[in-house]
């Protein structure tokens, strides 16, 4: 099993930055896939973004490239998504999720990562 807990959403204003942490513990290793889907009321879990284990490719949406930028510390067992330029539009409850290497691949899908955090909230302000 692996453990993932959120931190760092909060309250922001529009064109703000913030930097959520993911701590994964457990039966945790760097081949893990993890990554970032968010939800907001009323519609389904969208994927945000994903980094593999070794080497670390990185997926994004669309919608958050060139704005979102998802890394991780393997020593700390801890991915990050760091946001930029934020919009009304990206408030939601952001969850870390954890899958095998074959994740990475099909990140779009949220069967794909057994292991999902219980969500951390950012809300961005105009």
């Known amino acids: 099993q692996v453990q993932l807990v959120e931190s760092g959403g909060g309250l922001v204003q529009a064109g703000g930055s913030l930097r959520l942490s993911c701590a994964a513990s457990?039966?945790?290793?760097?081949?893990?896939?993890m990554g970032w889907f968010r939800q907001t009321e009323g519609k389904e879990r969208e994927f945000v973004a994903t980094i593999s284990g070794g080497t670390g490719r990185t997926r994004y949406a669309d919608s958050v490239k060139g704005r979102f930028t998802i890394s991780r510390d393997n020593a700390k067992n801890t991915a990050y998504l760091q946001m930029a330029s934020l919009t009304p539009e990206v408030t939601a409850v952001y969850y870390c999720?954890?899958?095998?290497?074959?994740?990475?691949?099909?990140?779009?899908?949220?069967?794909?990562?057994?292991?999902w955090g219980q969500g951390t909230p950012v809300t961005v302000s105009s």
């Open positions: 999720v954890a899958g095998s290497s074959v994740a990475w691949f099909v990140a779009r899908d949220t069967s794909a990562f057994p292991y």
């Open positions: 457990g039966r945790t290793d760097s081949s893990l896939t």
